[in-house]
C-alpha cells in the first residue's frame, strides 16, 4: 500500500524523547493529505529550516524488486531479501539506489540527493572505532507539504528522515551552526533525504521481522515496541525494549506521562497493528510521508494506559479500518471521548 489518501489526525501536546529532546506541539486538528499540516507547532530546539531540494530523479528511492527496475543509468535495487552490512537488515519494499561516499556523486543522479548512511540506528553515529559502513544514494526531501503521493514516491515503508552526510559537522542545539539546507540534530548538522523504514513485521519479506529502531527488516526477531505502555525516561536500562520513552506535557509545559513509542512513517499503521502513526518528530512543518512517533490506537477510554489519556474517535470510517481502531489515545482535552468499548468498522 502506498501514502496516496491517507489522513492524519492528530492531538496531543509538547513532547520530547528521553533519546533527545523533540520539542513537538501537536494540535488538536484533523490535516488531510497535501494540507498545510498542523498550525502553531514547536520545532527542535535549534533545529534550522532545510532549504526545498530540487525534484531528484524518477527512479532514485523507488521501491525495487531487480535491477531492471531501476532504470539504464546505473542505479542497482537493494533487495528486500539481501542483508546490509553489519547484518543490519534488509530494505522493506526494496530501493533503487547506489553506493556513495558523498552528496555530488548521488546528485548525478538527481538534484538534493543525498548519500546517506542506512547504520543509523536511529540516528545515533557512534558505530564504533574503526567501523565502515557503506553508504547509499537517497532521493532528497523536505519536510511539510506537499505530501503523500508527492513525497518519496508514495512509499509507506520510506519516510523523509534526517541523515548525517559523510564528515558530518558537530554542532550545538543551543546555537546550531550548520550549512544552509542542513538542520542541527543530536550533535550533527544532518540533510534529509527519503530513507527506508518499516513500520511493522507486515513490511517485510516472509521470515523477516521489522526492527523498530532501524526500520530495516531482520531474519532474526527484535524486541517489540510495547506501544501506548507508560515507560520511565530515567530507568537504568531501555524499558521499551526496541523502541524509546516519549514524554509529554501539556501546553503549559507540565509533564502530563510517558509512553513506549517508535519511529514510523506519519499516516501509516505502525507498532505491529498496535498503532498509528500521528506524531511528528520536527514540529509544525509536517506531512504524510515523515519521519514521526507512533500513538496507540484504541477502541475506548479504558484501553489507554498512559494516566489522563483518553481515546478520541477518528470520526470516520476510513481511518477506523486503515488504522483497526475507532481511535487514538491522547491527552484529555476535556472534548468528547469514547467511553464504551467497541469493534472499528469492518472493511467493505
Sequence with gaps: MNLTGLAVVVGCALAFSACGKADLRVPSVNTAPGSA?????????????????????????????????????????????????????????????????????????????????????????????????????????????????????????????????????????????????????????????????????????????????????????????????PCDPDAPSNPCEGGNCLVLFDENDVKTGSFCTQSCVIGAPCGNGRGACQLPRFGENFEVGDIGYCQPTCNCNAECQVAGDECVAWGDSKSEQLYSSKGVCQHSNGGPSLTECGPASAPN
Aim: glycine share 14%; hydrophobic share 30%.
Design 37 to 229: 499540516g498542523a498550525a502553531n507547532a514547536g520545532a527542535e530546539a535549534g533545529e534550522g529550516n532545510p532549504v526545498d531540494p530540487p525534484s531528484p530523479s524518477p527512479e532514485l528511492g523507488a521501491a525495487c524488486a531487480s535491477d531492471a527496475e531501476c532504470g539504464a543509468n546505473g542505479l542497482t535495487c537493494l533487495g528486500t531479501d539481501s542483508d546490509l552490512a553489519l547484518g543490519l537488515g534488509a530494505v522493506p519494499g526494496g530501493l533503487c539506489t547506489h553506493t556513495c561516499t558523498s552528496d555530488a556523486e548521488c546528485q548525478d543522479f538527481g538534484s538534493g540527493a543525498v548519500c546517506g548512511n542506512l547504520a543509523e540506528v536511529p540516528l545515533a553515529l557512534d558505530l564504533g572505532a574503526g567501523t565502515t559502513v557503506r553508504r547509499y544514494c537517497m532521493a532528497g526531501c523536505s519536510l511539510g507539504a506537499p505530501g503523500g503521493s508527492s513525497k518519496c514516491h508514495a512509499r509507506e515503508e520510506a519516510a523523509c528522515r534526517p541523515f548525517a552526510p559523510p564528515h558530518a559537522q558537530r554542532c550545538a542545539t543551543t546555537k546550531p551552526q550548520c550549512p544552509d539546507g542542513l538542520s542541527c540534530f543530536r550533535g550533527y548538522c544532518r540533510e534529509f533525504a527519503c530513507g527506508p523504514r518499516c513500520n511493522d513485521d507486515q513490511e517485510c519479506e516472509a521470515g523477516r521481522h521489522c526492527d523498530p529502531r532501524s526500520g530495516l527488516c531482520t531474519v532474526g526477531a527484535r524486541p517489540k515496541t510495547p506501544i501506548g505502555t
